[in-house]
């Protein structure tokens, strides 16, 4: 069986080592990357459980051999992504479309199994608007301020769920459908996971530099560092500034001067982090804006060097906020008021360029938004694909923004010079892409959070690689590392407490 993902974990280790078999049923882990002892092998292919449990001695240079047998699962449903659930589901487009907001908290096996008849559904959806974003099944957390749903889109949603669970029965009435297992290029990679010490930790954007792998913690105040050749975790407290309110920080940008940034969602406000004094410096968001509403997601200080100044988002208010490093003042700007429009627009990921303007994405919508630096004036660009929802991307070295358009299933270019877009269809359904970037030989790599696959895309000669990660992913924020050959991978897996590491062969 070609693409059958094996892993190998030694007992007392917090290291998983992933290879995938070729087309000859063969998989071969390199010496470098696993050590003497007994280690135990799991696998993951879509349709099939390991037969028995399977263990392999490695003892220094000798090779360990061992065959590996797979039998029919019993219960597929166990099995299926996210993805491959919204593939199965009957209804509409629309209908589906609404569920993509749910896996940034859980799966949607847990809809699929539940028993909720409509009137319940209606009460279990008002309870979970009351969660705050930066909420995992490990570690919910509630709004300070109560949310309501309209009764009318409430009421339209439960019906739905209680059409796809279990409540009219024991089994589904409908087929599940499942997605293939890697093949080709897609079996020719080697993954390693490092698990972090608490299954509350939800690495959300994740970045390396000389001192190993640091990560943003979505829902604990807390910056972290994995060192990955002794595989220690150490953690950074970030002082609370708001106490009582939702903990965890989503972005994480650097700086010109190698300082790490961090957006603090519900706790308001900035922080900049020095890795030589391990110190910590809070911008709060000031009283008079500070309410309890108030969110900070996003944070762009990439060019703050420039002019003095910060990017980041108000996410109530639907503005931009720019922060003065020299007084810590903050200054509002609306970008849609010019706009006639009843959209809801949500802007998110942000970029800039040499002199510090900057790129937003409008999650909400389907619009990229520029700021000037200089007169604050703002211009917007809609995407070629409406509703396309763009989240995060990158500005490349020749001012070419790149995006994940997380509701359209593309990703996108927008040339900032010759303000031109281009747009590229992933060829899996629902891959729901959250983030792109783009390496060294100008090939794009895209995370999705609903197939747990990473995407490889040479927009040159159309060739797609879809390399499949060893357990259920929810990706955030990637990371490309160009210092190696091939370059190498990196993701948070924001649901389940480890940092990933994707290696391709070739």
């Not at 092998?41 to 061992?66: E, K, M, Q, S, W």
């Not at 629309?94 to 199994?113: D, G, W, Y």
Request: with cysteine; charged share 25%.
């Amino acid at each position: 069986m070609e693409g059958v993902l094996v892993t190998a974990k030694r007992a007392g280790d917090a290291v998983r080592v992933t290879v995938v078999s070729d087309r000859d049923g063969r998989f071969a882990f390199p010496h470098s990357k696993l050590t003497a002892g007994r280690y135990q092998l799991t696998i993951r292919a879509i349709g099939y459980d390991l037969d028995v449990p399977t263990n392999a001695d490695v003892d220094g240079g000798r090779i360990a051999v061992t065959d590996i047998t797979l039998r029919k699962t019993e219960d597929l449903a166990a099995q299926l992504t996210n993805a491959e659930w919204l593939e199965s589901f009957p209804g509409s487009y629309e209908q589906k479309r609404t569920l993509l907001e749910c896996m940034s908290c859980h799966t949607l096996e847990r809809i699929a199994r539940s028993t909720h008849n409509t009137d319940e559904w209606v009460q279990v959806l008002q309870r979970m608007a009351g969660y705050a974003n930066n909420s995992t099944s490990a570690h919910p957390q509630f709004r300070a301020v109560e949310r309501k749903l309209a009764s009318e889109r409430a009421r339209d949603t439960a019906e739905y769920l209680a059409s796809i669970n279990l409540s009219t029965g024991p089994t589904w009435s409908y087929p599940l459908k499942t997605l293939p297992r890697p093949s080709g290029r897609a079996t020719r990679a080697i993954v390693t996971e490092y698990e972090l010490p608490r299954d509350s930790i939800a690495p959300h954007d994740v970045r390396v530099d000389h001192d190993g792998v640091w990560y943003s913690d979505f829902t604990e105040n807390c910056l972290g560092s994995l060192d990955t050749a002794s595989g220690r975790i150490t953690e950074y407290p970030i002082p609370e500034v708001k106490p009582g309110f939702p903990a965890g920080a989503l972005d994480m940008e650097i700086d010109a001067s190698g300082h790490y940034w961090l957006a603090l969602m519900f706790q308001s406000g900035l922080a900049e982090f020095d890795p030589r004094t391990r110190q910590f410096r809070i911008f709060p968001i000031p009283r008079e804006l500070n309410g309890d509403t108030m969110q900070q997601s996003m944070v762009m200080p990439r060019h703050s060097d420039v002019d003095g100044k910060v990017w980041t988002n108000d996410v109530n208010r639907h503005a931009i906020l720019r922060l003065d490093l020299a007084s810590g003042t903050y200054e509002s700007v609306d970008p849609f008021k010019s706009l006639v429009s009843d959209h809801v627009h949500s802007p998110y990921g942000m970029m800039s360029d040499a002199d510090n303007n900057l790129y937003f994405l409008d999650f909400g919508d389907q619009n990229i938004g520029r700021i000037d630096a200089k007169t604050l004036k703002a211009t917007i660009y809609p995407t070629p694909t409406t509703y396309s929802r763009p989240r995060r991307g990158t500005l490349d070295a020749a001012n070419r923004l790149w995006f994940a358009e997380f509701a359209a299933n593309q990703i996108g270019m927008f040339d900032t010079r010759a303000e031109r877009f281009e747009e590229w269809r992933l060829p899996s359904p629902w891959t729901a892409p959250y983030d792109v970037a783009i390496d060294k030989h100008d090939e794009l790599w895209v995370g999705s959070m609903s197939n747990d696959r990473v995407i490889r895309f040479d927009r040159h000669n159309g060739q797609v690689t879809e390399y499949l990660l060893p357990q259920q992913t929810n990706v955030r924020r990637v990371f490309v590392d160009n210092s190696t050959t091939p370059v190498t991978f990196w993701v948070g897996n924001n649901h389940h407490a480890s940092i990933v590491k994707l290696e391709p062969l070739d």
